[in-house]
Nanobody, 123 residues
C-alpha cells in the first residue's frame, strides 16, 4: 500500500490549503483514513480521521477550521484547512487503517503512512 500526500506549502495566517492523499495497492473504500501532524520538537498528534463508513472525527484544535473528506472513486482523501494559524505549522502525514481500531487518535491503529508534506503558516 502506498500513500502519497500533496498540497503542502507556505501560507499566511488566515489563509487556506488543501492537502491530498492518494492511495494505491489496496481497496481504498475499505480503509479508515487519518491525518496526523508533527511540529519540530513535538510529538505527532492526531488531526482528523474519516472512517470507511464516512464517519468523521477531528481534534478540538482544528474543529471548525479543518474538514476531512474522501473520494472513493479517486482513491483520495483530502484535508481542507481554513483559517490557518502559525501553530498549525507542521509536517502533515496521511495514514491508513485496514482494521477497525477504536482509538482513532492513536497512531498505533494505522498500518500505513505517507511520507509527509510540510505546512508552514507565517504570522
Amino acid at each position: 500500500v502506498q500513500l502519497v500526500e500533496s498540497g503542502g506549502g507556505l501560507v499566511q495566517a488566515g489563509g487556506s490549503l488543501r492537502l491530498s492523499c492518494t492511495v494505491s495497492g489496496r481497496t481504498f473504500s475499505s480503509l479508515s483514513m487519518g491525518w496526523f501532524r508533527q511540529a519540530p520538537g513535538k510529538e505527532r498528534e492526531f488531526v482528523a480521521v474519516i472512517r470507511s463508513s464516512g464517519t468523521r472525527y477531528s481534534a478540538d484544535s482544528v474543529k471548525g477550521r479543518f474538514t476531512i473528506a474522501r473520494d472513493n472513486a479517486k482513491n483520495t482523501m483530502y484535508l481542507q484547512m481554513d483559517s490557518l494559524k502559525p501553530e498549525d505549522t507542521a509536517t502533515y502525514s496521511c495514514s491508513a487503517a485496514t482494521v477497525y481500531y477504536s482509538d482513532y487518535t492513536s497512531s498505533r491503529g494505522y498500518n500505513y503512512w505517507g511520507q509527509g508534506t510540510q505546512v508552514t503558516v507565517s504570522s
